[in-house]
Antibody, heavy 118, light 108 residues
């Protein structure tokens, strides 16, 4: 059974960088696309972007200038960095696995709340 | 960006009834690139149906979908107590991939 678990700080100062890691167990990261999605009361579910084990990626244009995703295949992890955060970036952040052949998500992490505040 | 509108903010129904949830896209979307999710409080969304009519693993056949182009429907044929939740549609036809704002299905 594939499981995903997000980890990272729950509180980030405005203008700083949000960093989250997703650890995948029960399956290899060397297949499928791996995504980050966030959910806030104001904006609902928002796709942030995905990364493939080859390193190719695609990001939401609304966040592209601030987002970087990476993978560590040796640790079966992938990561999200979002720079210059503001209160509008406060949300529950989910990592998820793309279904093969489709950019929808069959496995999700439990989600982690990140609050941007000083 | 394709905007998905779920016009029924809240739907109040009773167990045993049929639920019809709608989702309208601002541009044409292939039914092969459309998905529905269920989310319960404190949980991540759960994939229900993707593609034209593929149910995800473990999803009972009382869940079905129809529609194409800009109008899509999720139907739950006979509501069970565990079906009361929030439902989201998603398109993955065109990046950025987008979600509807959700329809809350509540017990009447």
């Amino acid at each position: 059974q594939v499981q995903l678990q997000e980890s990272g700080p729950g509180l980030v100062n405005p203008s700083e960088t949000l960093s989250l890691t997703c650890t995948v167990s029960g399956g290899s990261i060397n297949s499928h696309y791996w995504s980050w999605i966030r959910q806030s009361p104001g904006k609902g579910l928002e796709w942030i972007g995905y990364i493939y084990y080859t390193g190719s990626s695609d990001y939401n244009p609304s966040l592209k200038s601030r987002v970087t995703m990476s993978l560590d295949t040796s640790k079966n992890q992938f990561s999200l960095r979002l720079s210059a955060v503001t209160a509008a970036d406060t949300a529950v952040y989910y990592c998820a696995r793309d279904l093969k052949g489709a950019t929808c998500y069959d496995y999700w992490g439990q989600g982690t709340l990140v609050t941007v505040s000083s | 960006e394709i905007v998905l509108t779920q016009s029924q903010g809240t739907l109040s129904l009773s167990p045993g009834e049929r639920a019809t949830l709608s989702c309208r896209a601002s541009q044409w979307v292939s039914s092969n690139n459309f998905a529905w999710y269920q989310q319960k409080p404190g949980q991540a969304p759960r994939l229900l149906i993707y593609g034209a009519s593929n149910r995800a693993t473990g999803i009972p056949d009382r869940f079905s979908v129809s529609g194409s182009g800009t109008d899509f429907t999720l139907t739950i044929s006979r509501l069970e107590p565990e079906d009361f939740a929030v439902y989201y549609c998603q398109q993955y036809s065109t990046s950025p991939y987008t979600f509807g704002q959700g329809t809350k299905l509540e017990i009447k």
